[in-house]
């Protein structure tokens, strides 16, 4: 038997009492990334005892699958984030569902094969450059078994925050990146990427696109718009809060990482707070 936890279904339920943080990653996995993985993400646990998740869409391009397999060995989600991640961005805005079955579904075979993960396990898309092309993508998920979507950004419902719902009716989110889906697609879930504040009140979906931010020496100030942003979610609706970023922000910038890793110590700590993957596989036994 098979269950599968969607992390909204959960979260819907609890609005009330618990806050969901999905920290992710993106790109290829490789020798350099790796470890600042390790050190910031590994052996940590919610306070009711499980291990704490994180989700990472990994492309093609720089992916060692050996440590794609470690890190969902590890506990740790892993999405499509496309085989070839390619410029130009309007490839993404202009692809065909074929192309995007080559990228996506396709995509999913192969990681499945080289990092020696349950086909099942694969679940979720990041589209790249958060570059969505209409109804396409979640025709795909939809077609091809798949559950998600993160590729969504919200600049209008971020306070109070957009909890993740499913196409069953056609979405009113609003579109930062044209075009995105109009139609109904029934069972496909949007996991909104819930945009934070910059120190401007400039929105942005990754951490690292943020423009208007603490100096990336002050560790303390870092640490405080990270609080600062998880706030508007804690203190409020509770929508889930995602830290989305890429690797090469937090090993660049120490005093970020120093803020990202004490950020994490923090909601390891609170009894009401769980850091989770988008999706979990339990295997049949
Ligand atoms: C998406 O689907 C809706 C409903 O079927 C349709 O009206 C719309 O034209 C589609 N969008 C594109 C870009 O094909
Ligand atoms: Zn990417």
């Given at each position: 038997?098979?269950?599968?936890?969607?992390?909204?279904?959960?979260?819907?339920?609890?609005?009330?009492?618990?806050?969901?943080?999905?920290?992710?990653?993106?790109?290829?996995?490789?020798?350099?990334?790796?470890?600042?993985?390790?050190?910031?993400?590994?052996?940590?646990?919610?306070?009711?005892?499980?291990?704490?998740?994180?989700?990472?869409?990994?492309n093609h391009e720089y992916t060692n699958y050996?440590?794609?397999?470690?890190?969902?060995?590890?506990?740790?989600?892993?999405?499509?984030?496309s085989i070839s991640h390619q410029t130009p961005q309007t490839y993404w805005q202009e692809a065909t569902?074929?192309?995007?079955?080559?990228?996506l579904a396709d995509q999913?075979?192969?990681?499945?094969?080289?990092?020696?993960?349950?086909?099942?396990?694969l679940s979720g898309v990041r589209i790249p450059f958060l570059q969505l092309g209409g109804n396409t993508s979640f025709q795909i998920i939809k077609d091809y078994g798949l559950t998600y979507d993160c590729s969504w950004p919200t600049i209008s419902y971020t306070n109070p925050g957009l909890w993740p719902y499913t196409l069953d009716y056609a979405s009113i989110q609003d579109c930062p990146v044209r075009p995105c889906p109009t139609a109904s697609i029934p069972g496909v879930w949007v996991q909104p990427m819930v945009s934070w504040s910059d120190l401007n009140a400039f929105p942005c979906a990754f951490v690292d696109a943020c423009i208007f931010i603490p100096d990336r020496d002050?560790?303390?100030?870092?640490?405080?718009?990270?609080v600062a942003n998880f706030e508007r979610h804690y203190l409020n609706n509770r929508a889930p809060?995602?830290?989305?970023?890429?690797?090469?922000?937090?090993?660049?910038?120490?005093?970020?990482?120093?803020?990202?890793?004490?950020?994490?110590?923090?909601?390891?700590?609170?009894?009401?707070?769980?850091?989770?993957?988008?999706?979990?596989?339990?295997?049949?036994?």
């Open positions: 038997m098979k269950w599968i936890i969607v992390l909204a279904l959960v979260g819907a339920a609890l609005a009330d009492s618990e806050e969901f943080v999905t920290v992710t990653f993106d790109d290829g996995v490789n020798v350099n990334n790796i470890l600042t993985y390790r050190e910031t993400l590994y052996n940590r646990r919610n306070t009711n005892g499980c291990p704490a998740g994180a989700t990472f869409y990994v050996q440590l794609v397999n470690e890190l969902y060995n590890n506990g740790f989600e892993i999405a499509l984030h569902y074929d192309d995007l079955v080559k990228e999913r075979v192969q990681m499945s094969h080289f990092a020696n993960i349950p086909f099942e396990a002050d560790a303390d100030a870092w640490y405080r718009f990270i809060f995602g830290f989305y970023v890429h690797e090469w922000y937090i090993s660049a910038n120490p005093a970020v990482k120093q803020a990202f890793v004490r950020f994490l110590d923090l909601i390891n700590n609170l009894n009401d707070v769980f850091m989770v993957r988008f999706y979990h596989h339990e295997p049949s036994v």
